[in-house]
């Protein structure tokens, strides 16, 4: 059974540790298939998430997709898909132009949807059989954070203001994202799924004050549903703020915390606890799809060299790695940490 302690105290007190890059999507360039056959059937991604694990033997661990779409979806936002990109969410689910009133009735009313519904159940069961395909390392699950839920509910951009103007409103939809999510996060649990990376990007344009009680503490009772010894809860937050919402962010309590490739990460890395685990922050459209395999290698070898010497990093992508990224930049990513370590 996958220890959470004792996965951490690996980290921690390794000197050459694995990466662990949010590595999903490209999966469709191995199994040559689309964006929209790998979101829509549970055998194909498993057997994508198996794909990349046998193409990249150096990771830390197997991390399934983080389509933002799909929570959002099931509350009933509208979603465009593709077969070259990843899904998003072309509109809210309340009517942002509402008034205040309006807003709360609609908030009210708003049903916390069934897990299962939507396509949660293909990603819960897509889970369970990769269990039963990667056996050498710990699968993790993938799901969005509550106030980057509600945002996509209320309206992204209108979100941060309704924070400030109605933040009764705000509240009560965050708090049934926040129920969702964790019921979603138990079903992966009881799938098998050794943990999750639940990711929080919208969190990551707050103001301190706000970061705290829009999002840390909801995320904090999520994680502490869910979180056990054998379950460990990651948070992702690629938002440019990060580096001034510590505090907030910390309220997670999560076993490990992902930064993206809008901070410094030695700048994170010198402000975080040196027992929390890090993980960061090689650009994923900048280098993993856009770059050569030389500035990749380059990028990698910057953060490895800035950050490294904290025992508490792990080299990653800055957030998850496009569809598109060429395998001769991931690979090279790789080959990038093995050289650094000597290996």
């Excluded at 964006?35 to 661990?61: F, H, N, T, W």
């Excluded at 309206?155 to 965050?174: A, G, R």
Aim: with cysteine; net charge negative.
């Amino acid at each position: 059974m996958f220890s959470v302690a004792r996965w951490k105290s690996d980290i921690l007190s390794s000197t050459e540790k694995k990466a662990m890059p949010v590595l999903s999507f490209p999966a469709v360039q191995l199994l040559d298939i689309s964006v929209k056959q790998l979101i829509s059937e549970s055998d194909i991604q498993a057997a994508g998430m198996k794909a990349v694990a046998d193409r990249c033997p150096d990771a830390m661990a197997s991390v399934n997709l983080m389509d933002l779409s799909v929570e959002a979806q099931c509350f009933g936002a509208p979603i465009r898909y593709s077969d070259d990109e990843v899904p998003t969410c072309m509109g809210p689910v309340i009517d942002p132009d509402d008034d205040e009133d309006e807003h709360l009735e609609a908030a009210q009313a708003l049903e916390i949807p069934a897990i299962g519904s939507g396509r949660t159940d293909v990603y819960i069961n897509a889970i369970k059989k990769a269990k039963q395909l990667i056996t050498d390392r710990p699968v993790f699950a993938g799901c969005i954070g509550p106030f980057s839920l509600a945002g996509r509910i209320v309206d992204v951009t209108n979100s941060l203001v309704f924070c400030l103007t109605e933040p009764d409103y705000m509240h009560i939809v965050i708090s049934k994202a926040a129920e969702f999510i964790t019921g979603y996060i138990k079903a992966f649990k009881e799938a098998g799924a050794d943990g999750v990376v639940m990711a929080e990007p919208l969190a990551g344009l707050l103001s301190p004050s706000l970061a705290g009680e829009f999002s840390g503490e909801y995320c904090r009772r999520i994680s502490e549903a869910v979180k056990d010894d054998s379950f460990a809860f990651i948070y992702h937050n690629c938002g440019n703020t990060a580096a001034v919402t510590i505090d907030s962010i910390l309220e997670a309590n999560a076993d490990a915390y992902h930064f993206g490739n809008a901070v410094n990460m030695e700048e994170i890395m010198q402000k975080m606890p040196s027992d929390v685990i890090c993980m960061g922050n090689v650009d994923p459209a900048g280098q993993f799809m856009n770059g050569t395999p030389e500035s990749i290698r380059q990028a990698t070898l910057s953060v490895m060299e800035k950050c490294c010497r904290y025992p508490n990093f792990v080299i990653s992508s800055g957030c998850d790695i496009p569809p598109k990224s060429g395998w001769d930049n991931i690979d090279a990513f790789y080959a990038a940490v093995n050289e650094f370590y000597g290996r």
